[in-house]
T-cell receptor, first 115, second 112 residues
Framework: NAGVTQTPKFQVLKTGQSMTLQCAQD?????MSWYRQDPGMGLRLIHY???????DQGEVPNGYNVSRSTTEDFPLRLLSAAPSQTSVYFC??????????????FGEGSWLTVV | GEDVEQSLFLSVREGDSSVINCTYT??????LYWYKQEPGAGLQLLTY?????DMKQDQRLTVLLNKKDKHLSLRIADTQTGDSAIYFC????????????FGQGTELSVKP
């Protein structure tokens, strides 16, 4: 049981390049989400999904796209990277409906630097 | 929108108790969480409390919830140098599924 797997763990991009952060979970969770973590600001929600085919914006969605074609995968796309997107990105998943505290799982994080 | 606030730094001596405080604004919060993050690592769920509870104890950790004042605290008894980390408070409610609102994090420094 791998839990929530994020790749890559580290990435350096040039301004204007595109890339996709991958997130996969093997727990058949309905809910998946992406957060970014910046110093002194905690984690902020970028996009989330309540099931395959359904996505919605979080607090800081600009510059990012997501899709949810399968229950297992929730990739985060940066279409044209900007230095302001330098951050640590976390993917999370949980069961749908009532949220139980011990069923929100986080990936290990992806460290992204845009130069 | 909903907001979660924490103080940014706390310094204690080894063996003392640490108390990390958090306030939140969402009156419909269902669960409140404490996560620990060590340098360069991901988030580790320490404990959580359901909103109809006042207190939860788990070994050295005690969580107190004052729902009227929307105040949450995490007490770490007999703090050790290995407890040095950033601690995040977060809240969610049943209407938002797996969405969490996080505080800014409190950096706990434990001095020998």
């Amino acid at each position: 049981n791998a839990g929530v797997t994020q790749t890559p763990k580290f990435q350096v991009l040039k301004t204007g390049q595109s890339m996709t952060l991958q997130c996969a979970q093997d727990m058949n969770h309905e809910y998946m989400s992406w957060y970014r973590q910046d110093p002194g600001m905690g984690l902020r929600l970028i996009h989330y999904s309540v099931g395959a085919g359904i996505t919605d914006q979080g607090e800081v969605p600009n510059g990012y796209n997501v899709s949810r074609s399968t229950t297992e995968d929730f990739p985060l796309r940066l279409l044209s990277a900007a230095p302001s997107q330098t951050s640590v990105y976390f993917c999370a998943s949980s069961y749908g409906g009532s949220v139980s505290g011990n069923t929100i799982y986080f990936g290990e994080g992806s460290w992204l630097t845009v130069v | 929108g909903e907001d979660v606030e924490q103080s940014l730094f706390l310094s204690v001596r080894e063996g003392d108790s640490s108390v990390i405080n958090c306030t939140y604004t969402d009156s419909s919060s269902t669960y409140l969480y404490w996560y620990k993050q060590e340098p360069g690592a991901g988030l580790q769920l320490l404990t959580y409390i359901f909103s109809n509870m006042d207190m939860k104890q788990d070994q050295r950790l005690t969580v107190l919830l004052n729902k009227k004042d929307k105040h949450l605290s995490l007490r770490i008894a007999d703090t050790q140098t290995g407890d040095s980390a950033i601690y995040f408070c977060a809240e969610s409610n049943n209407n938002q599924g797996g969405k969490l609102i996080f505080g800014q994090g409190t950096e706990l420094s434990v001095k020998p």
